[in-house]
């Protein structure tokens, strides 16, 4: 079975650190481009990131809105992918899904998402 | 940033056939905007419904289908259920980024 399961998720403060992981299983994890889509409580989605397989060089993408302050990283013999978020803000607080694109199917399977919660 | 525009809300009868949309704000979706859709239900992770703007996943019912339709991605359900009752959301591709539509929510009634 096609798995993505994300945690690391939980409270910090503005201004501080978090780090996410993706866990996969099920398929060959290094033919993916792995996504981040986000999603405020009652909100819609938010692309975040992106990070694409080996033969794209792992070429990364990141929205204006985090470009900066996030990295996503991804370890292919762990079949993980990584979300560092830096510098939080309130705004960044969301439910964090991390999603995969095949090369012929497109993006299929979403993890069930981990919780951020920015606040003082 | 181009936006993309959704519904806010759509209702349709059980049975019966809706088309939700997905425009652009920098003009006509085209293929080359891949669009996607997606379901997502009270507290449930998304779901991929369509991907590159018509192809269906295994587990996507043959009801949904997805076009392009006057100028906009389109997503219609043919024969709603009441399981069916969820926000809609789209996506669009602009030369790497990824922007997804406010989303729709669909009333079975």
């Known amino acids: 079975e096609v798995q993505l399961v994300e945690s690391g998720g939980g409270l910090v403060q503005p201004g501080g650190s978090l780090k996410l992981s993706c866990a996969a299983s099920g398929f060959i994890f290094s033919d993916s481009t792995i996504y981040w889509v986000r999603q405020a409580s009652g909100k819609g989605l938010e692309w975040v990131g992106h990070?694409?397989?080996?033969?794209?060089?792992?070429?990364?993408g990141y929205a204006a809105s985090v470009r900066g302050r996030f990295t996503i990283s991804r370890d292919d013999s762990k079949k993980m992918a990584y979300l560092q978020m830096n510098s939080l803000r309130t705004e960044d607080t969301a439910m964090y899904y991390c999603?995969?694109?095949?090369?012929?199917?497109?993006?299929?399977?979403w993890g069930q998402g981990t919780t951020v919660t920015v606040s003082s | 940033q181009p936006v993309v525009t959704q519904e806010p809300s759509v209702t349709v009868s059980p049975g019966g056939t809706v088309t939700l949309t997905c425009g652009s704000s920098t003009g006509t979706v085209t293929n080359g905007h891949y669009p996607y859709w997606f379901q997502q239900k009270r507290g449930q992770a998304p779901k991929t419904l369509i991907y590159?703007?018509?192809y269906r996943h295994s587990w996507t019912p043959a009801r949904f289908s997805g076009s392009l339709l006057g100028g906009k991605a389109a997503l219609t359900l043919s024969g709603a259920q009441p399981e069916d009752e969820a926000d809609y959301f789209c996506?669009?591709?602009?030369?790497?980024?990824?922007?997804f539509g406010g989303g729709t929510k669909l009333t079975v009634l």
């Open positions: 999603t995969r694109v095949e090369p012929t199917i497109g993006m299929d399977v």
């Open positions: 996506f669009l591709y602009y030369s790497g980024d990824l922007v």
């Open positions: 990070i694409s397989s080996r033969p794209k060089n792992y070429a990364t």
């Open positions: 590159d703007t018509n």
